[in-house]
Nanobody
Framework: QVQLVESGGTLVQPGGSLRLSCAASGITFRIYTMAWYRQALGKERELVAIATTDTGTNYSDSVKGRFTVSRDNAKNTVYLQMNSLKPEDTAVYYC???????????WGQGTQVTVSS
């Protein structure tokens, strides 16, 4: 059974930092591209950051320079370090595991991040 379990979401003040974690089980983690998406209330889900299988990374323009994605294949975990948080970063953050060759795509249940004073 595949599980992606996000954690670390909470209420944080503007300018603060937060680290999200996503622990995967039931998959061969190292062969999956891992990504973070977010969905704000009333908006569509958007891609935030990608950690590829060869340790490459990519970011949306809205978070570039503030967020850092990393993965630990030994722990089957992907992280999202979020700095200089803004109110517009408020959203439910979702973890995604994707392997195009195998046509497998898995999602976590999401974790709420609220940036407010």
């Amino acid at each position: 059974q595949v599980q992606l379990v996000e954690s670390g979401g909470t209420l944080v003040q503007p300018g603060g930092s937060l680290r999200l974690s996503c622990a995967a089980s039931g998959i061969t983690f190292r062969i999956y591209t891992m990504a973070w998406y977010r969905q704000a209330l009333g908006k569509e889900r958007e891609l935030v950051a990608i950690a590829t299988t060869d340790t490459g990374t990519n970011y949306s323009d809205s978070v570039k320079g503030r967020f850092t994605v990393s993965r630990d294949n030994a722990k089957n975990t992907v992280y999202l370090q979020m700095n200089s948080l803004k109110p517009e970063d408020t959203a439910v953050y979702y973890c995604n595991a994707n392997n195009r060759q195998l046509r497998f795509d898995f999602w976590g249940q999401g974790t709420q991040v609220t940036v407010s004073s």
